[in-house]
Nanobody
Framework: QVQLMESGGGLVQAGGSLRLSCVAS????????MAWYRQAPGKQRELVAQ???????NYADSVKGRFTISRDNAKNTVHLQMDSLKPDDTGVYYC?????????WGQGTQVTVSS
C-alpha cells in the first residue's frame, strides 16, 4: 500500500554535502516513524537517523553533528541532510516507515563519497 520514493543520492567528494528526500504515499504519514538506514558493502544495514511523529530525533553515533533528519508532514516527505561527508558514509541509503503496525522500505539510493 505504502510506497517510499527516494531521491538525492549520488557521488560527492569527502567534505561535501548531499540531501536525500523520501516521499511517502498513504494517509498516515504524520502518525508514522520515519528513518534512514544505510548498508555499506560487506556490512549489515544500520540505522542512521530516526524521527518520530512528534519530531523527536535520534542518530547513529557516527553521524551525530553531521546529519540532520527532518520531516514535512504537509508533503509526506522526510529529508536527510548530510554534511561533512566521509568515505565511510558510502553505501545504499534506505528510507523506512513504520506506521499502524506495518513497516515499509524504499528501494534505496546510492551514496558514494570519494576520498
Amino acid at each position: 500500500q505504502v510506497q517510499l520514493m527516494e531521491s538525492g543520492g549520488g557521488l560527492v567528494q569527502a567534505g561535501g554535502s548531499l540531501r536525500l528526500s523520501c516521499v511517502a504515499s498513504g494517509s498516515f504519514f504524520s502518525m508514522s516513524i520515519m528513518a534512514w538506514y544505510r548498508q555499506a558493502p560487506g556490512k549489515q544495514r544500520e540505522l542512521v537517523a530516526q524521527i518520530i511523529s512528534g519530531g523527536n530525533t535520534n542518530y547513529a553515533d557516527s553521524v551525530k553533528g553531521r546529519f540532520t533528519i527532518s520531516r514535512d508532514n504537509a508533503k509526506n516527505t522526510v529529508h536527510l541532510q548530510m554534511d561533512s561527508l566521509k568515505p565511510d558514509d558510502t553505501g545504499v541509503y534506505y528510507c523506512y516507515q513504520r506506521v499502524i503496525g506495518n513497516a515499509y522500505w524504499g528501494q534505496g539510493t546510492q551514496v558514494t563519497v570519494s576520498s
